[in-house]
């Protein structure tokens, strides 16, 4: 009796232990990557669609032609230069010729400030129109994976040139870890592909 005791003891032992094992295998899985979390990286979904690409082209026909307009006026400016030195100073023709280089050295002047104030106006009105659009498609990219969570993820762009920068990148960099997370960036770029009213505009 204690001998068949002793065996079915051994069993029990045997089976329970199976099913630690296994349970132990299992529980990883269960608790392990939250696959409905999605992650996206905002910087690279605007930086690689056509749209940006377009827009690029764009920004940079504009920038030859700004660079373009300070050249020549300051190729101007220092033809009415050289000009003067040949005119009688404070004469007729020395003061019409004076009057338009300081006009146009103003002109110039104006220009050097207002040219980047464009160029960054424009790159500011572009990510504002596209940034509805990545957060549009990220949802529908969500609702489609039946995701209940997307996070925006940048890697930090380190060493920083000041202190104040790197304590808002310090401030700004929330996701340390997305191992297991589905990265929705190259889909978003793709649907962005789609979407010709922002290759047009």
């Known amino acids: 009796m204690k001998i068949k005791t002793l065996i079915s003891g051994c069993l029990v032992g045997m089976v329970v232990l199976f099913l630690v094992h296994q349970f132990g295998e299992a529980q990883p899985l269960a608790s392990g990557p939250a696959s409905n979390i999605g992650v996206v990286s905002i910087e690279k979904a605007l930086q690689n669609c056509q749209a940006t690409a377009k827009f690029k082209e764009r920004g940079e026909t504009e920038r030859r032609e700004m660079e373009a307009e300070e050249k020549k006026l300051s ?3 220092e033809s009415l230069r050289g000009s003067l030195q040949a005119l009688v100073p404070n004469s007729a023709d020395w003061l019409a010729q004076y009057k338009d280089m ?6 110039l002047d104006a220009l050097k400030k207002m040219n980047p104030q464009v160029r960054a106006m424009r790159a500011h009105q572009w990510t504002e129109k596209l940034y509805p659009e990545i957060l549009r498609i990220a949802k529908e990219l969500a609702a489609q994976k039946g995701l209940a969570l ?3 993820v940048e890697e930090p762009q380190l060493p920083t040139q000041r ?3 790197l304590v808002m990148t310090l401030r ?3 996701v340390l870890y997305t191992g297991g997370c589905v990265d929705l960036t190259n889909e978003i770029i ?3 592909d789609k979407t010709n009213s922002l290759l047009v505009n």
């Open 172 to 174: 700004t960099h929330k």
């Open 150 to 152: 997307v996070l925006s």
């Open 102 to 107: 300081v006009k146009k050295e103003s002109e």
């Open 190 to 192: 793709v649907e962005l």
């Open 75 to 77: 190729g101007d400016i």
């Open 163 to 165: 202190y104040e920068e």
